[in-house]
């Protein structure tokens, strides 16, 4: 068995909404609610779901951006969730985040080469300072850009190129793990395929493992080894690339397949779509029961009122750690 290098488990995230000072919050957002996940060593774990189902909360709680309501991260084996100061930033040299969107994630006002030296301010002994600007050239380099132009700023680049800027940045501190939060959405279809076959050639260049979130499962099933599926702030299904795509349980996980675009005309046709009916739910006033039993074709009774059991699937291959919340499955 691999090194397990980022774990969580039951984390939850809710936020406060409405209500007053003296009153408290009317409600909670319940963005998270009680995920557990396992990266290990050298593995791409990819979390696909609906737009609002807390994939990019859970990304910055995995990088130590937030932090959990109530459960628990651990980082090489160490929590993170009580760290503060020097701690924190010594967790940070092993988990480094790239954002989704690249026009924002970087300062307009600092030029690239400042951009990808900041993170030895914050670590001095990791690059001495007259290594630094060699150091930040040599990073430039690896992404596929002209160290010449790191005098340049942000606004001189496509987005492709600052999105290569946030990838370099993050590498600096060369860490163990990086949590890329859609970092494609905001590409055309042409650059997005570069950026990926960069972050798979890096992977193997710095041995990185990598959690990568998406809501486009033809990407997460290039990129990903083992793949959850997010429902409302919690994980409905989860296994290996082959358990969820090929043998989806969960009538969620078989609806968002059922969408997913099928570039090859001969296969259009072998999947059932499936229209799921109405909106999302609000995290704030989610369902009984099963989340999910009001959009759901194959719910009864039960579903209505009992939360299902996150189990192993009974048609799981042996051996195989495919996980499914369905009553029904």
Known sequence: MTETVLEA????????????????????????????????????LGIVGESGCGKSTMARILAGLDRP????????????????????????????????????????????????????????????RGERDRRARELLEIVGLNPDHAGRYPHEFSGGQRQRIGIARALALRPRILVCDEPTSALDVSVQAQIVNLLDRLKEEFRLAYVFISHDLGLVQHVADRVSVMYLGRVIESGTQDDVYDRAAHPYTQALLSAAPRPDPGLRG??????LEGEPPSPAAPPSGCHFHTRCWKADARCAVEPPEFRRHEG??????????????
Do not use: K
Not at 25 to 35: K, Q, S
């Open 9 to 44: 488990r039951d984390v939850v995230r809710h936020f406060p909404i409405g209500g007053g000072v003296l009153r408290g919050p009317a409600a909670h957002v319940r963005a998270v609610d009680g995920v557990s996940l396992e990266l290990r060593e050298g593995e791409t």
């Open 316 to 329: 799981a291959r042996p051996g195989g750690t495919h996980l499914v919340s369905c009553h029904r499955a």
């Open 69 to 128: 309501t109530s459960g628990e991260v651990r980082v090489l084996g160490r929590p993170i969730s009580g760290l503060r100061g020097r701690a924190m930033r010594r967790v940070r040299r092993d988990v480094q985040m790239v954002f989704q969107d690249p026009y924002t994630s970087l300062d307009p006002r600092m030029s690239v080469g400042d951009t990808v030296r900041e993170p030895f301010l914050v670590h001095p002994d990791l690059a001495p």
């Open 270 to 275: 072998e999947r059932e779509e499936i229209v």
